[in-house]
């Protein structure tokens, strides 16, 4: 049996996915290809570049759950997706 937990939902021309585990949680922004999660470094982080993996910055906000309906506010208020103007609202 599996422990984790998936959300996918549709908001305009992206895909919000969220992803939760015993050993933490993601979100992803398709066809963007953005990632925020809390691997590895065990605090959340946006990683802003898909071709570059390795650079990421760190969140202020650690709620996964709140990060989520963060994003999800945006992708529904915002007519165009601007990875500068919502790293703002994370960072």
Do not use: W
């Not at 906000?61 to 208020?77: G, R, S, V, W």
């Amino acid at each position: 049996m599996s422990r984790k937990k998936q959300n996918k939902a549709p908001i305009g021309d992206k895909i919000l996915y969220k992803v939760k585990t015993p050993n933490g949680g993601s979100i992803i922004i398709m066809p963007d290809n953005i990632l925020i999660d809390n691997y590895h470094v065990g605090k959340a982080h946006i990683h802003p570049d898909p071709q570059n993996h390795a650079h990421r910055v760190e969140l202020s906000l650690q709620d996964c759950e709140k990060i989520y309906e963060l994003i999800k506010d945006y992708l529904n208020l915002s007519n165009e997706f601007d990875i500068e103007e919502l790293m703002e609202m994370l960072i």
